[in-house]
């Protein structure tokens, strides 16, 4: 089993910035991939960003240049650095970690833990 505590989330205007954390615990040796997602109300669990155990990455279109991902393996800790935010990235933010990428069904991500997600609003 894996615990994820998820932090950093909260009310931000817009064209702020916001750091997320989400740190791992118990069965950490199983991890490999590590990444954030996230739903906003209405819609479907979206990713946003994940990073592999190598350091390769991948972002949402909606998000490149804009936010950041990084992991740090000794605490491990995963890490979304928030920049220019817009309205639109209003949602829960959920972290998951596990061996591989969770698969996407159609209707939502299955595979790996998740974290208990943090809210981030971005409105002025």
């Known amino acids: 089993q894996v615990q994820l505590v998820e932090s950093g989330g909260g009310l931000v205007q817009p064209g702020g910035s916001l750091r997320l954390s989400c740190a791992a615990s118990?069965?950490?040796?199983?991890?490999?991939?590590m990444g954030w997602y996230r739903q906003a109300p209405g819609k479907q669990r979206e990713l946003v960003a994940v990073?592999?155990?190598?350091?390769?990455?991948n972002y949402a279109d909606s998000v490149k240049g804009l936010f950041t991902i990084s992991r740090d393996n000794a605490k491990n800790t995963v890490y979304l650095q928030m920049n220019s935010l817009k309205p639109e990235d209003t949602a829960v933010y959920y972290c998951?970690?596990?061996?591989?990428?969770?698969?996407?069904?159609?209707?939502?991500?299955?595979?790996?833990?998740w974290g208990q997600g943090t809210q981030v609003t971005v409105s002025s």
């Open positions: 118990g069965s950490v040796f199983s991890i490999n991939v």
């Open positions: 998951n970690a596990g061996p591989r990428d969770p698969v996407y069904t159609g209707t939502r991500y299955l595979g790996g833990y």
């Open positions: 990073v592999r155990s190598g350091g390769s990455t």
